[in-house]
Nanobody, 118 residues
Framework: VQLVVSGGGLVQAGGSLRLSCAAS????????MGWYRQGPGSERVLIAG????????TYSAAVQGRFFASRDNAKNVMYLEMNSLKPEDTAVYYC????????????WGQGTQVTVSS
């Protein structure tokens, strides 16, 4: 599976961004999928995901109520709407299956950088 994440950028605190995750070689709806992020000097962590084939997403406490994940089955694209962004949301964002593949897997791709200025 190839996953391409786009939509990152520089935004002021309180602003919003929407990330997209386009998949090829596999169907997002047949896999448990997640949004991950890796901040400076931190490990890559799951922040949101469609787990177990359900339609609803689950969220980490850090983003609950501010981030909203969705997916367009027809386009095979997953989205992450990020609102009320904080400087601590600064990270490289990725999408991938859940459970995640090893860190060295090519499916991680480049991710997309999100930088939130205070």
């Amino acid at each position: 599976v190839q996953l391409v994440v786009s939509g990152g950028g520089l935004v002021q605190a309180g602003g919003s961004l929407r990330l997209s995750c386009a998949a090829s070689g596999s169907t997002l709806t047949t896999n448990s999928m997640g949004w991950y992020r890796q901040g400076p000097g931190s490990e890559r962590v799951l922040i949101a995901g469609f787990i177990g084939g359900g339609d609803g997403a689950t969220y980490s406490a850090a983003v609950q109520g501010r981030f909203f994940a969705s997916r367009d089955n027809a386009k095979n694209v997953m989205y992450l709407e990020m609102n009320s962004l904080k400087p601590e949301d600064t990270a490289v964002y990725y999408c991938n299956t859940f459970p995640p593949p090893p860190m060295g897997s090519a499916s991680w791709g480049q991710g997309t950088q999100v930088t939130v200025s205070s």
